[in-house]
């Protein structure tokens, strides 16, 4: 069923409710007033009957004949019945049956009245006392008047309430089509939204409603689509020329060793050749696994405790043996509890991250220079930070380092791709923590990690 549906029958169905509730409150309100009213009517009935017949030794028979002739013979079906406090009758001669049970009279000689109902007829019952004695007069009488009154009033609740329902779910067509629209035409511009038109953005996303922040978190989801997907031609565009090079070239020594007989030497420079191009593609596939674990969905990713100082050290550990000439310090001094290095994470993918950092300070920096990453312990977290004295990075290149394939126009003499910043980014986004790079031209490269103590 669609929503706009759903919407005009759940708002027709939560007014017919409400209507209903109000429905049943007046009619019984009505109901009840109409009852009372005309218990006051036997009520005054009563007295008047009182009045009547027990000062009858005191009137004639034709006047007590005319009293009862024009006060007791008003009302519909009227009957008056007097007992005495024994269930006699007194004063009219009665063959029926006593209209008041023995509970009932004690009720009355208790309370001084009572009022009841058998089927349509009602009855009320008075205590009255006089000098001759003690007596229960009982006036009853069915209010016609009364049951048609509440009979049309039921008559136009049942007639009001059909047609405010007709009302209702006409309006509420018209309201749920009126409240849909917007969200037909989003679904019309989105329709027409394909991977060659991502730079179409929705309307409607300028105001304040519902509406607006569903067109606003549109419009934000296809920013980052068209941004990953602009991401992806970039990645696919220079990962295959990466790919290229190597392979290229071990083609070409291949090629060149194949025109003709050589002598061992030759052989033995192309197959170092084309080794050292297999160590290019081989770093280039494992950095391009590594980028591609670090854009993961963090639900799937492993998180784990693990030490800090253990991470560092199998980092410089891998470094080291690729780079044994360099001098890589690491320094704990500003670790004032040695349980502030257990944090939470993916040590593997956290070790790739420092790694990067630490090979690119090797590889930017002099041979004789050194390494030096400093550990702090700061109040929420810890801080990595690692420095070489290097070349360092222009300002106008800075911003731009953590671009996939993107290197610095004095960085280009040394090998590399340009992805181990852009997955080291990665992985510390993951760990919700921060990386910053500051650099100067001639003195070398400080970058600084942030990791927090939460998990």
Known sequence: MKIQNKLNFRFTGIFALILTVFCIIIWWLSKQFIENEFYNN???RAYITATVYLEA????????????????????QEAVHIYDTLGTAAFIASNEAPVLNDSQILKVVEDGSIAFKRGK???????????????????????????????????ILILGFAIAMVITF??????????????????QEVDVIHVESLYKRLGESDGKDEISELAQTFNNLLDRLENAFAIQKTFIAHASHELRTPITGISGEIEFALMKER?????????????????????????????????????????????????????????????????????????????????????????????????????FSPETSKVKIMI????????????????????????K?????????NTRIVHGHGIGLAVTQKIISLHNGKIDVQSEIGKGTTVSIYLPFSK
Do not use: C, W
């Not at 030794?57 to 519909?76: G, M, N, T, W």
């Not at 009602?122 to 009154?149: E, M, P, R």
């Not at 380092?401 to 126009?409: K, L, S, V």
């Open 42 to 44: 036997l009520e005054n």
């Open 57 to 76: 030794d005191e009137i004639s028979e034709e006047r007590l004949e005319d009293y009862k002739v024009r006060f007791l013979k008003s009302l519909s």
């Open 121 to 155: 007829r009602q009855f009320f019952g008075l205590f009255y006392k006089d000098n001759q004695g003690d007596f229960i007069i009982v006036t009853s009488a069915i209010d016609v008047n009364g049951i048609n009154a509440r009979n049309n009033l039921q008559l």
């Open 170 to 187: 006409l309006a509420g067509r018209i309201f749920a089509r009126e409240a849909m629209k917007p969200i037909k035409r989003i679904v």
């Open 263 to 363: 002598p061992a030497e030759d052989y033995k420079a192309a197959l170092i050749s084309v080794q050292e191009e297999i160590e290019k593609l081989f770093q280039l596939t494992e950095s391009i696994l590594d980028l591609a674990k670090a854009s993961f969905d963090m639900s799937k990713i492993h998180f784990q405790e693990f030490r800090l100082d253990d991470i560092l050290l199998s980092a410089r550990e891998v470094v080291g043996n690729a780079y044994p000439e360099r001098k890589i310090f690491i320094n704990f001094e500003n670790v004032k509890e040695a349980s502030s290095l257990s944090l939470f994470g993916n040590p593997q993918l956290l070790t790739v991250a420092f790694r990067n950092i630490i090979v690119n300070a090797v590889k």
């Open 376 to 399: 702090n312990q700061l109040q929420e977290g810890i801080e990595i930070v690692v420095e070489d004295f290097g070349s360092g990075i222009a300002p106008a290149d800075l911003s």
């Open 401 to 409: 380092i953590f671009i996939m394939f993107f290197r610095a126009d």
